[in-house]
């Protein structure tokens, strides 16, 4: 599974748009990059993924770049209770565990 | 969509004592079922991959005689800490996978279980 490398922390204002970059330059050609979250003592909670193409839901979208070597989750206006560390996952959808790094910490305030 | 059930959320023990956690898919056939361990300040680690019917697989570092993995069904795989002592005391979360289910979609974790050994 890829290598992922995101900035420790971060802080957002509240109804502001929250980028949060990851890096993934070994990533092959099979795997996917998935964004999870985990809110304080509590287990992670899927956001979005992706492979090649940007994609949105109701709660985040994720833009890709070309070379597949790093990504973006938007959180177009975050709230409050977006406060939390996100995850991003490169992972080949073998079956086997996610493994996750150290994440960043998305601070929001008001 | 899939939900999956761990319980206790907290469990005090005192030291030397066992603590079962239990992990249901509760809308899904599990078929293979992750432990990981998440201490304050620190990302989750996985501890390790059970599938049902077979005996867990441990990551390096993680003493199988101390956590036994249990996933005789579908539904339930148990984790048992065993003799615990202050240091195990953590943040454990299951994660299930059914085996119809694939990518992110297919990553259920539970709520986690706090464990704290007095």
């Known amino acids: 599974d890829a290598k992922t490398t995101q900035p420790p922390s971060m802080d957002c204002a509240e109804g502001r748009a929250a980028n949060l970059p990851c890096n993934h330059s070994t990533i092959s050609g099979n795997e996917y990059v998935y964004w999870y979250r985990q809110i304080h003592s509590q287990g992670p909670q899927y956001i979005i993924h992706?492979?090649?193409n940007n994609e949105t839901n109701e709660m985040a979208s994720l833009i890709i770049t070309e070379d597949r070597k790093s990504s973006t989750l938007i959180l177009p206006h975050a709230t409050l209770r977006d406060t939390a560390v996100y995850y991003c996952?490169?992972?080949?959808?073998?079956?086997?565990?996610?493994?996750f790094g150290k994440g960043t910490t998305l601070s929001v305030s008001s | 969509g899939a939900v999956v059930s761990q319980h206790p959320s907290w469990v005090i023990c005192k030291s030397g004592t066992s603590v079962k956690i239990e992990c249901r898919s509760l809308d899904f056939q599990a078929t293979t079922m992750f432990w990981y361990r998440q201490f304050p300040k620190q990302s989750l680690m996985l501890m390790a991959t059970s599938n049902e019917g077979s005996k867990a697989t441990y990551e390096q570092g993680v003493e199988k005689d101390k956590f036994l993995i249990n996933h005789a069904s579908l539904t339930l795989s148990t984790l048992t800490v065993t003799s615990a002592h202050p240091e195990d005391s953590s943040f454990y979360i299951c994660?299930?996978?059914?085996?119809?289910?694939?990518?992110?979609?297919?990553?259920?974790f539970g709520s986690g279980t706090r464990l704290t050994v007095v």
């Open positions: 994660s299930a996978l059914g085996e119809l289910q694939r990518g992110p979609y297919g990553y259920t």
């Open positions: 992706g492979l090649k």
């Open positions: 996952i490169g992972d080949n959808q073998a079956g086997t565990a996610l493994i």
